[in-house]
Each structure stands twice: as structure tokens, then as C-alpha cells.
């Protein structure tokens, strides 16, 4: 039985007893924790101890026992068979009465490194090696992935809400709640329950900003779209990619991962970027300037979205991670411009219910912007 050693103490004997299934071959193990997942499940690099060294770290992650066996069914089935791809691989799960665990070991990371989130590898590193970063996860982790696509004709709005579950009942007193105690810097806001403005603009001193969840239970799609599907991880959040000491990036958590809209990882690593780890202190109106930018893809630069060096650094590193994002999607699923708008728009909605935005103002934003953008395809009807 192995004697577990962590900076932090053992939340409870079930957790221990977990640990002791995994990693029962050895004598001794070494646990760091990572940012904990979203659903509460607990994940950590554990070094096996060998005594005279330490053997290669892996990932372990501990969390209900249903939700670990519907993850590694998931990983069984979209993940295992992809041999050749930087596949991470289950090497171990272990359950109790209540609990459940599993353990990853990253092929091909170094024994003397360090394994990051996406979150500590975009705060760490410059643009550059976040691009790079970026365009590895897509064309070399998930390469697999995207060589069979799938098309159909859907109502890829509805295909969208049904697949995020997005309760549009609550996300409407949400807003409600939300628009009563909204400033847009020193604006005033004037707030509009439907799509009735055709122009959101920052040139005088109101602005009309929608409220996308009634616009997304009002409007619908005139005529379905090609819709492109294929596998995907499912939760492209701040924790779920890790990076080796080389740069590589890796997957962990495959609780959602199955066959799903082909766009919808990069959706929602973009809004990972925007809603997760843009300092929650930027200004909304230099947020507004660089959302409104990217939104309606009016420079294939950055521009000057703050007079705030600080902030126009920051909006500067995720407008270019974000436009490489959106590169990489136009290369895998070509031709998919407005489904990657009906995506965003759901993704971005569904953030104000998981209550992990650093500031949701962007949220209204973000989601006012692109229904705005959609209104005027012409593809939609009230």
C-alpha cells in the first residue's frame, strides 16, 4: 500500500483509499494538485516515488464514480484507438462506493518537467509560443479527429442549445438581473429585449445592447445549414489541455468527448480566452472595442482597443490567439463562418449560467455583438 504524500492534507479516507487502488505497485507517491475541474472532481500530477528516483509523473483525477466511468467509456471509444496521434493514455481506474479514479500518463513528456494547464501556458508565454501552442493542439493532438467529417442539414441553432443543455428560462432572469446594475463605462445603456437594433456603435452616448437569450428564444433559423460534425473533446476549458516542459499540449478529461458540431472545440477554447483569463479589471469599453473587432473581423491585426498600455498588451496577446483559433477552425471545417457565429453566440450565453467568468459584462458584450451580427444574415426571422 502506498504511503501518499501531498502538500495539501487528504480531504477524506475515501479519496486516500482511491489513491491506494491506483498506485498500489508502489511504496511511496507524490501528489500536487492542480486547479480543481469544473464538475468538483479533484486532478493532480502524482510522482511515483522508486525510492532511489522518481519514475515519469502522471495525471490523476478523482471525482464521482459515475462521472469517471462515463469518462473513461468516453476515452475507450474516441480516444484509445487513435494510436500515432499525442495520445494520452489510461493507464489505470480504480472505484469505491461512491468515488471513482484515473490515471493518464502524458507519452512523451520529459521525466525533470513540469506539467501546466492551458491557463498557466498562456500567462507564462508570449503570443508567439501561445499560437504555436495553439496550432499544435489542433493539427497535431485532435489531428485525428478532423479527417473524418461528417455533414448534415440541421437547424444548427437548436443542435447548439440542445447540445450545451442551455436553459433558457433561467439564463433570461439571468439577464434580467445582470441589465439592472450594467454600466458600459460612463454610457448609458439602453437595453433591448429583441434584436430590433441593426448597429451596436460606441460613437455617441448610448448603446443598444441585446439581450441574447431572448433573442435566442425568439429568433430561428429560416432554412436549415450544412452542419459539420465529427469527434470532439467536448470541454476545451483552462484545465483540460495541459502543456509538457517541450511545449506540447495534451488532453485530460474526456467526460464529454464524443461526436459533436466539428467547431465546437475552437469555439470554446476561444471563449476560454475571453471569459476565463482576461483580467476581469479590463474596461468594458476597450473589451467592447476588441470583441466588436474580432466580432466583425474589421482588422486581420490588432488595433488600438485601450488607451491603458496594460490593457491594450492583454487585448493584444488574445486578439491574436483568438484570430489563430479562428484560422485553424476555417482550416479543419472549411465554410463554416456562420455556424461558427450560431456556436459562439450559444457558448457564450451558456457561460453566465456556469458562473465562471472573470467578468460577465463581457459576456453581455460578446453575446449582444453577435446577435447583431446574425440579425443582419438575413438567415434568421422573429
Known amino acids: 500500500m502506498p504511503l501518499v504524500i501531498s502538500p495539501t492534507k487528504d480531504p477524506n479516507e475515501e479519496i486516500e483509499k482511491i ?25 493532480y500530477i502524482v510522482t511515483p516515488d522508486l525510492g532511489p528516483a522518481l519514475a515519469r509523473p502522471v495525471v490523476a483525477k478523482i471525482g464521482l464514480k459515475e462521472k469517471i466511468q ?26 469505491s462506493d461512491s468515488l471513482g479514479g484515473i490515471v493518464y500518463s502524458l507519452i512523451g513528456n520529459l521525466m525533470d518537467g513540469r506539467i501546466i494547464s492551458f491557463e498557466d501556458y498562456y500567462k507564462e508565454n508570449n503570443i508567439d509560443a501561445v499560437e504555436e ?85 425568439t429568433y430561428s433559423l ?27 499540449p495534451w488532453l485530460i478529461d474526456f467526460m464529454f468527448t464524443g461526436k459533436s458540431c466539428a467547431l465546437r472545440d475552437f469555439i470554446r477554447l476561444e471563449t476560454t ?32 482597443f485601450s488607451t491603458n498600455p496594460a490593457e491594450l498588451e492583454e487585448l493584444e496577446k488574445a486578439f491574436r490567439a483568438i484570430k489563430k483559433i479562428r484560422a485553424l477552425a476555417a482550416d479543419r471545417v472549411p465554410a463554416d463562418g456562420i ?23 463581457f459576456i453581455l458584450i460578446s453575446a449582444g455583438l453577435l446577435c447583431v451580427k446574425l440579425d443582419n444574415s438575413g438567415l434568421f426571422r422573429g
Open 133 to 217: 501552442g495553439v496550432e499544435k493542439l489542433f493539427t497535431e493532438t485532435c489531428k485525428y479527429w478532423y479527417l473524418r467529417i461528417d455533414t448534415e442539414l440541421e437547424n444548427t441553432l437548436e443542435i447548439y442549445i440542445k447540445d450545451l443543455s442551455l436553459d433558457l428560462f433561467k439564463l433570461r432572469q439571468i439577464y434580467d438581473e445582470l441589465f439592472s446594475r450594467f454600466i458600459l463605462g460612463n454610457k448609458s445603456i439602453v437595453y433591448k429585449m429583441i434584436a430590433t437594433s441593426k448597429k451596436v456603435s460606441n460613437s455617441s452616448n448610448t448603446f443598444d445592447i441585446i439581450n441574447a437569450a431572448e433573442w435566442v428564444s
Open 70 to 95: 462515463e469518462e473513461e467509456k468516453n476515452y475507450n471509444k474516441y480516444v484509445k484507438w487513435l494510436s500515432g496521434m499525442r495520445s494520452t493514455i489510461l493507464m489505470a481506474s480504480a472505484y
Open 19 to 43: 489513491f491506494k487502488k491506483l498506485f498500489w505497485n508502489f511504496d511511496k507517491i507524490w501528489i500536487t494538485p492542480l486547479t480543481p475541474g469544473y464538475s468538483g472532481a479533484g486532478v
Open 339 to 361: 455556424n461558427y457565429d450560431i456556436g459562439l453566440l450559444i457558448q457564450t450565453i451558456k457561460f453566465l449560467s456556469w458562473n465562471k467568468c472573470n467578468n460577465k459584462n
Open 273 to 304: 480566452i475571453k471569459f476565463e483569463l482576461l483580467n476581469s479589471n479590463i474596461n468594458e469599453l476597450s473589451y467592447f472595442n476588441f470583441d466588436n473587432a474580432l466580432i466583425n473581423d474589421m482588422s486581420n491585426q490588432s488595433t488600438n
Open 222 to 248: 429560416r432554412t436549415p445549414l450544412a452542419t459539420r460534425y465529427c469527434i470532439t473533446h467536448g470541454d476545451f476549458n483552462k484545465n483540460n489541455i495541459v502543456f509538457d516542459n517541450r511545449g506540447d
